[in-house]
């Protein structure tokens, strides 16, 4: 008899458990780890996440507990899914407890503050493994429809391949359709650049400034993600595909994105602060934006569209200042 796929998932979020029921429905045995008692009652019990997903059952074949020993025990993938910059500390406290062959899988879009290191850069270093033991899921994933089943496709990327298509077929079901990458840098960057633009395109949304400025935000976007991505080794048509245009798009159009809301608070007239309080979940993009604006320093890449979401967000600069120094940039030829 075949031994089924175990996965421990850390982050009992919308993103984490969502994609936990992606595993099960795919018929892995799941584990969610949660911090919260509470919480993790509640979703063995009612079989629920009432604070993040209410009101969506959760599969038989996904259970949780707040012991990282138990939902490690024997986990054939370890899928990380907490917010980005607490993921060093975090997985420092549960390295010491991998099994030794785990594949882990990070679903965390964000560049980490003061290294400017992708998440499977801080991964590979904290847990002391290869980069062939890293994956990245990532794509148009908003996690309340890929909870209600919709349709929906992914990028599973590692830099071997064999370990992609191993992940590849643990989460494949009928209604998330996940594809291979090798490309971890470029799907890393998609990722989290995105964040960024969504807040940009939000802001722009919040200060009424019409479709065409959207358009111009996202397709001006994509080139400042690319033009980065270049820089670090990429292949530029990881870009054109799920994880950067399709996730770019995915976030900057629907209101279920928590980057794209922020910014639209923020261009609305509220404050940073007053934005914050109102927004239950991590909105990625707004501590990344400081960290991906460092990392394109560090490459001398310029990122006009980053530089000024760090302005508003970071800076206090009003969005009418900001918008008005963005648009009054030497003009340049299209491709550059």
């Given at each position: 008899m075949t031994k089924p796929v175990k996965a421990a998932v850390f982050g009992t979020g919308s993103w984490g458990t969502a994609f936990g029921m992606v595993l099960a429905d795919a018929g892995c045995e799941v584990t969610l780890w949660g911090?919260?008692?509470?919480?993790?009652?509640?979703?063995?019990?009612?079989?629920?996440?009432?604070?993040?997903?209410?009101?969506?059952?959760?599969p038989q074949k996904l259970r949780a507990t707040t012991d990282p020993a138990e939902a490690l025990h024997e986990a054939d993938f370890t899928v990380l899914a907490v917010p980005s910059q607490t993921l060093r500390g975090n997985l420092a406290a549960w390295a010491p407890k991998l099994p030794a062959d785990t594949v882990l899988v990070s679903l965390m879009k964000g560049v980490e503050l003061g290294t400017a290191k992708r998440m499977s850069e801080v991964v590979e270093e904290v847990a002391h493994v290869p980069a062939d033991r890293v994956a990245v899921v990532t794509g148009p994933n908003l996690a309340k429809e890929i909870a209600q089943r919709r349709p929906a496709a992914a990028v599973v990327a590692c830099r071997d391949e064999a370990v992609a298509q191993r992940l590849q077929a643990a989460c494949h079901t009928p209604y998330f359709r996940p594809y291979t990458n090798t490309d971890v840098v470029g799907c890393e960057l998609g990722g989290a650049v995105k964040n960024v633009i969504g807040l940009a395109v939000g802001i722009a949304d919040g200060m009424g400034l019409g479709d065409n400025a959207k358009g111009s935000l996202i397709t001006r976007g994509l080139a400042e993600t690319t033009r980065l991505g270049l820089a670090m080794g990429a292949d530029p048509l990881t870009f054109s595909g799920l994880a950067g245009l399709g996730d770019l798009v995915a976030?900057?159009?629907?209101?279920?994105?928590?980057?794209?809301?922020?910014?639209?608070?923020?261009?609305?007239?509220?404050?940073?602060?007053?934005?914050?309080?109102?927004?239950?979940?991590?909105?990625?993009?707004?501590?990344?934006?400081?960290?991906?604006?460092?990392?394109?320093?560090?490459?001398?890449?310029?990122?006009?569209?980053?530089?000024?979401?760090?302005?508003?967000?970071?800076?206090?600069?009003?969005p009418v200042v900001a918008l008005k120094e963005l648009m009054s940039r030497a003009a340049k030829p299209e491709r550059r």
């Open positions: 911090r919260r008692a509470n919480l993790v009652d509640a979703v063995n019990t009612t079989r629920t996440n009432p604070d993040y997903l209410p009101g969506i059952e959760l976030t900057c159009s629907s209101p279920l994105s928590r980057n794209h809301t922020f910014g639209t608070n923020l261009g609305r007239g509220m404050t940073l602060q007053e934005t914050i309080a109102v927004t239950r979940q991590t909105a990625e993009g707004v501590k990344s934006c400081e960290s991906v604006l460092d990392l394109a320093r560090r490459h001398g890449v310029d990122m006009p569209i980053t530089e000024t979401v760090v302005g508003i967000v970071h800076e206090g600069k009003p």
